[in-house]
């Protein structure tokens, strides 16, 4: 069994324990954070430590916190020689400058503590230094997911700006289509089917393949009815800087 310490008690930290803990494979091992005690909802039987010098002895050591703090932490490891990974999509292994063996450990998905999060399918990008350690962590991946990669820091740092167009950018898009329809009196949940149909059209096939609406017709009458209706100047900015992308992608030069 493969003994793990998760250094972080935040959102990517509670999942992954209790992932690992729910795994025969996997012994969580301690887990560490700035708290007094354990937080909640965590599982009770797991030891916890809130000063790194009480850290126990483990196969892996997982960094799970904010990717600013991920220097601090490495700083202050009372040990040497041991396998110390971080768990951030836009830092570089490098940040684990030090005495210990290094790599990542990326969970590519957005993570709540209010969430149940199935790993099965989440995609996990590891990289090491080492080949031991880097067939230690695809071992790890795959007791916990199917979808497994070998992924360097410069790739990972693409894949999450990818990410964050297609998660973070579509989100705030929602919230402007939540907008427009809260300031004309209507329910954002007649969106939600559209919503959903267009994110299972593109588990077959390429976004642009599927691509449609007005830009993509160039029809130069819906795209300035569009135009004149929205009166927030930011949503208006965003609408014309995606309408012309669209347009140029799809060969349209109309307006």
């Known amino acids: ?22 795994t025969e494979e996997i012994h969580v091992t301690q887990i560490c954070g700035r708290a007094p005690s354990l937080p909640s909802g965590f599982y009770s039987d797991i030891d916890y430590c809130s000063t790194y010098e009480a850290l126990l002895e483990a196969d892996v050591y997982v960094i799970a916190v904010s990717d600013s703090a991920i220097a601090s932490v490495v700083k202050q490891l009372p040990f040497k020689d041991r396998l110390v990974v971080h768990t951030a999509g836009a830092v570089s292994m490098e940040v684990l400058e030090g005495q210990n063996r290094k790599g990542v450990f990326y969970p590519l ?25 880097h067939e230690l962590l695809i071992k790890i991946a795959n007791y916990i997911s199917n979808s497994v990669y070998t992924i360097d820091s410069q790739q990972r740092l693409a894949l999450h700006t990818a990410a964050v167009f297609v998660n973070n950018f579509t989100n705030h898009l929602y919230q402007i ?13 007649v969106l939600k089917p559209i919503i959903i149909e267009t994110a299972h059209k593109i588990a077959n096939t390429s976004p642009k393949e599927v691509q449609t609406g007005p830009a993509k017709r160039g029809d130069t009458d819906t795209l300035k009815k569009h135009i004149n209706s929205i009166t927030d100047k930011k949503h208006l900015e965003i609408y014309n800087l995606l309408t012309q992308h669209i347009l140029s992608q799809h060969g349209k030069n109309i307006l």
């Open 1 to 22: 069994m493969l003994n793990t310490v998760i250094i972080g008690t935040g959102n990517l930290a509670f999942q992954l324990a209790n992932v690992f803990y729910e």
């Open 109 to 133: 998905q957005s993570f709540s503590k209010n969430t149940t999060t199935t790993f099965t399918n989440i995609p996990i990008c590891v990289e090491a230094f080492q080949p031991k350690d």
């Open 177 to 189: 289509g939540f907008e427009i329809c809260e300031q004309h009196n209507l329910p954002f949940e």
